[in-house]
Nanobody, 119 residues
Framework: QVQLVESGGGLVQAGGSLRLSCAAS?????????IGWYRQAPGKQRELVATIVDGGSTNYADSVKDRFAISRDNVKNTVYLQMDSLNPEDTAVYYC????????????WGQGTQVTVSS
């Protein structure tokens, strides 16, 4: 059973920083191909924030480039999202996402963590 456990959300003032973590666990060895973060604000569709693939390449939404940084610890199967210069438009539920190869590609989602940025 694959689990994604997120942490690090909370309330912060505009201009502040938060660091999200997502630890992936499974009863078997996982071949994680892509891991990262999406977010969903009230009344909006879920959107990509940042992802990192097993080769280390990263992909960011234009709205967070130069403010957010994604990193990955392959030993711990953990992905981090350092969020700086937060603004109220970053307020959303942030979901950890993971795509693994198990003979076929399978995607998993975390339960979500709330990030609220006050003005």
């Amino acid at each position: 059973q694959v689990q994604l456990v997120e942490s690090g959300g909370g309330l912060v003032q505009a201009g502040g920083s938060l660091r999200l973590s997502c630890a992936a666990s499974s009863g078997e060895t996982m071949s994680i191909r892509t891991i990262g973060w999406y977010r969903q604000a009230p009344g909006k569709q879920r959107e990509l924030v940042a992802t990192i693939v097993d080769g280390g390449s990263t992909n960011y939404a234009d709205s967070v480039k130069d403010r957010f940084a994604i990193s990955r610890d392959n030993v711990k199967n953990t992905v981090y999202l350092q969020m700086d210069s937060l603004n109220p438009e970053d307020t959303a539920v942030y979901y950890c996402y993971m795509r693994v190869w198990r003979g076929v590609f399978t995607s998993y989602w975390g339960q979500g963590t709330q990030v609220t940025v006050s003005s």
